[in-house]
């Protein structure tokens, strides 16, 4: 007796199509799964039988073989569960097969039959949506976030509920609206926690509104990484379209939050220093998304950026020119999307005492050279906006707090509002400054386009009509006169 | 001739060489040495060489007890140059970033007026006074103390290449002489020694730019010491030269002034209301951004601007998230 259900498998952010036969037949007692299934596929035999069991459903006792086709793709993980369960409970005609056909199927298994929840469902949903199926059998948890892809989910907690659902006999509770509901949002830090340094927060509203990659410099404890994650709170919140790429990503990496199935503000990834090049742009035998790809449409934050490995640092390279990562492996390509915002952080010296008034640097000239050599020009030229940010004086602290972040946010949505409108021009007196600056200062080409491109934003967020000379000063002052002591 | 050969000698035995040997090792040298294609191998590598008894060598360099046998050139600029009008820049490696601006404002401004800024190509200091007579658009020197093909320190070849296309780097020593921590104080008796006057701008005790000042008092030049906080390690040389009679340093006119020249007429800076005041609020002390806003009552965003230009003027330094004025106060 033969029965088939459909699932998904993912590569990289892609479901494939993957049908789960099952084959019973009159011989001695047995279990196999073949087409290419991983360890953790393999575990499956395990888990569907005592599922089987304890939903107190018939195992049949015969030749039991699996097949995942097509064959020659690579199966990983844990969501085959249930649709080899069905298949094989199909099989033997204890659900009817001809109800499973217009169904997809993904889930883990518990031993007690209960399902669990696995990631990718999001993709799961949109490749049977595009495959014609109209309803998804998933975990209750996973429900809302299936729906997202606009295909009807049918929220179970245990195969006893799957089954009686294909029998005909009742329906699941119904999910909870897709949409994050009146969930309350997750809490941000404000900005109104930080005093003083008015010219750091200037920056990173500048960064904010006009996506700027952003470098921090200064000594350690001044609030360099205090301010850096307050960047999400001061970005828009995602429109719907790159919620819902953003989600997906999460999603395949098993990292969105229960009960808050839609993503809607921007992402922010901080991974440790120590993280290898795998870690952050992404990779494994079935490549995972890395870091870049998780703070994809958000931030993502390098505290301490000399400190990275600087081959990691360099494979960043690829990522901020196209936004997007593509791994290669002898099966094929993967492409992940990547459009971050890059926010860092880092000391002017290793011991970090360098601009800091009540310390004394003790860093030789060769171990100075050596720290700032592992940032290569060609990465350094990707920060639009470098800040120096020296230590406040105590009686900075002692201020009142600064604004919140609700009220720069306000600022920073209206100038995403008026560079949607159109292009900008600049007047005569911005360009002959800019030209002035380009021979005065040692500016390279790739370095005007960064100050026009910063200028640009500060117009945008006074809402003037052009790019005046004002706004191409302050975007000269932001960059550092010496880039950082960097010849 | 025997110039050359006494330089080729010492670059050949790894010593240094100021009369000619009485050893048989250098007879015996001087016999199979061929300086005619010695000069031409320099000039297949654009170098060329001055000795003692020509007359481009420079007169005041010729005045020391134990000048050179002669010096290596590279460069676009004639011999001629190290006979001009010359102060010497010189200080510590490790200076402060005040020290650095220091250096850089008195050899851009020394440097306009006409002229020639000697140093030593080092990190710090040096190298800041370089790129200061360079920004002024005058002539400068860097002394080497290894061979005269080598760019030294190797962070500095690019500002080397700046200083060869409008003057020159000079070496006592020939192609493939290693850098040596002894050949330095007898580098510094070069750039002593080239110029009327030297200026210290910041110096530890025991600091290699004292020797250069040691030089020039033996040789009787004029010596200026730019007067440091008497707090800092960094201020102990020069502050113990003021001590010892040293001119202080409050402005490059007290140099031009030795030379009878004029100053280039700070032209006055043509300030927006802004700018000015951020300047004003800077003439007591060097401040952060953030304090210049509070003082000056200025947002963020028109303080930008306001320090971008002072930094357009050349009037405002940063370093290290600290704005400095540049200028002397008016």
């Known amino acids: 007796m033969l029965a088939r259900t459909i699932t998904h498998a993912l590569v990289g952010l892609d479901a494939r199509r993957v049908d789960v036969e099952a084959h019973l037949q009159n011989a001695v007692p047995a279990f196999a799964i073949v087409g290419l299934a991983d360890r953790a596929c393999q575990e499956a035999k395990e888990r569907v039988r005592s599922g089987i069991t304890s939903a107190a459903l018939d195992w ?36 009817p097969p001809e109800r499973l056909a217009r169904h997809a199927a993904v889930g883990e298994l518990g031993l007690d039959g209960r399902l669990r929840p696995v990631g990718g469902v999001l993709a799961a949903a949109e490749g049977a949506r595009r495959g014609g199926l109209e309803k998804l059998l998933c975990s209750a948890e ?125 992402p922010f990834r901080a991974p440790h220093h120590t993280a290898s090049v795998a870690a952050i742009v992404g990779g494994g035998p079935g490549p995972k998304p890395g870091e870049a790809s998780l703070a994809h449409h958000g931030v993502l934050f390098l505290d301490e950026l000399a400190e990275f490995a ?18 290669a492996r002898v099966g094929g390509r993967i492409v992940f999307p990547a459009r ?35 940032l290569s020009r060609a990465l350094l030229d990707r920060f639009d906006l470098l800040v120096t940010v020296p230590r406040p004086r105590a009686r900075d602290l002692e201020r009142a707090a600064g604004e919140t972040s609700d009220a720069v946010r306000g600022r920073v949505e209206a100038a995403h509002a008026r560079a949607r409108a159109g292009p900008l021009h600049r007047s005569k007196e911005a360009s002959e400054l800019l030209s002035r600056a380009v021979e005065r200062l040692p500016l390279s080409g790739r370095g005007r386009a960064r100050v026009a491109r910063v200028a640009r934003t500060a117009a945008l967020l006074a809402g003037a009509d052009e790019v005046g000379a004002e706004h191409v000063a302050e975007a000269l002052s932001f960059r550092s006169p010496t880039e950082l002591g960097l010849r | 001739m025997n110039d050359l050969a006494l330089a080729a000698f010492a670059a050949e035995t790894g010593g240094h060489v100021v009369d000619e040997p009485k050893e048989l ?61 010359a102060v010497a820049i010189v200080g510590a490696r490790m200076c402060s970033s005040y020290g650095g601006q220091v250096a850089r404002m008195l050899g851009r401004e020394l440097a306009a007026a006409g002229l020639v800024i000697v140093s030593g190509l080092a990190r710090g200091v040096d190298g800041e006074a370089h790129r200061g007579a360079l920004e002024g658009g005058g002539a400068t020197v860097a002394v080497l103390g290894c061979g005269i093909e080598r760019d030294y320190p190797a962070a500095h070849a690019q500002l080397a290449r700046g200083i060869c296309a409008s003057g020159l780097v000079v070496s006592e020593y020939a192609p493939g002489v290693e850098p040596a921590p002894w050949r330095f104080p007898a580098r510094n008796r070069i750039i002593a020694g080239l110029c009327p006057a030297a200026i210290i701008v910041e110096a530890r005790e025991r600091s290699g730019a004292l020797i250069t000042a040691d030089f020039a008092l033996e040789a009787g030049r004029e010596v200026f010491a ?37 100053p280039t007429g700070s032209e006055r800076l043509d300030l927006g ?58």
Do not use: W
Not at chain 1, 87 to 94: D, G, K, V
């Open chain 1, 60 to 95: 049949p006792v015969r030749r039991i073989t699996v097949n995942l086709a097509p064959a020659e793709l690579r199966k990983e993980g844990s969501g085959f569960d249930l649709p080899i369960a069905l298949a094989i409970l199909a099989a033997s005609r204890q659900v």
């Open chain 1, 142 to 266: 996973c429900a809302a976030e299936a729906e997202l892809a606009g295909i009807e989910a049918v929220p179970v907690r245990h195969l006893a509920e799957a089954v009686a659902y294909l029998r005909g006999e009742r329906d699941p509770p119904p999910v909870d609206a897709p949409s994050n509901g009146d969930r309350p949002e997750v809490v941000c830090p404000d900005l109104a926690d930080v005093r003083g340094q008015e010219r750091a927060r200037r920056a990173l509203e500048l960064a904010a509104a006009g996506s700027h990659n952003l470098l921090l410099a200064g000594p350690p404890g001044i609030g360099k990484t205090m301010l850096a994650r307050r960047l999400p709170g001061i970005l828009p919140r995602l429109p719907p379209d790159e919620a819902l790429e953003v989600t997906r990503i999460h999603s395949v990496a098993g990292m969105l939050a229960p009960g808050r199935p839609l993503v809607t503000i921007p």
């Open chain 1, 310 to 327: 600087r081959n990691a640092l360099e494979a960043l390279r690829q990522p901020l020119e196209d936004g997007a990562i593509s791994i």
């Open chain 1, 340 to 374: 971050f915002q890059l926010v860092a952080t880092m000391n002017l010296c290793p011991c970090g005492a360098r601009g800091d008034p009540a310390a004394e640097c003790s860093c030789s000239a060769a171990r100075l050279a050596a720290y700032r050599d592992k």
């Open chain 2, 25 to 85: 090792r250098f007879a015996r040298f001087r016999r199979t040495f061929d300086g005619e294609s010695f000069r031409a191998s320099l000039e297949a590598r654009n170098l060329r060489f001055v000795g003692r008894s020509e007359p481009g060598y420079p007169r005041l360099l010729r005045e020391l007890h134990d000048p050179p046998p002669g010096l290596f050139l590279r460069g676009s600029a004639d011999v001629e140059l190290l006979s001009e009008p």
């Open chain 2, 226 to 262: 730019v007067p440091g906080e008497i707090t800092s390690t960094l201020s102990t040389g020069t502050n113990a030269l003021l001590r010892l009679g040293a001119t202080p340093l409050t402005s490059a006119a007290d140099v031009l002034e030795l030379f009878g020249l004029e």
């Open chain 2, 273 to 330: 209301t802004d700018a000015a005041a951020v300047l004003d609020a800077l003439a007591r002390e060097p401040a952060a951004a953030d304090e210049l806003g509070r003082a000056t009552g200025l947002d963020a965003a028109a303080l930008a601007t306001a320090l971008a230009e002072l930094e357009l003027a050349g009037a405002v330094a940063e370093a290290d998230g600290l704005f400095r004025g540049v200028r002397r106060p008016e």
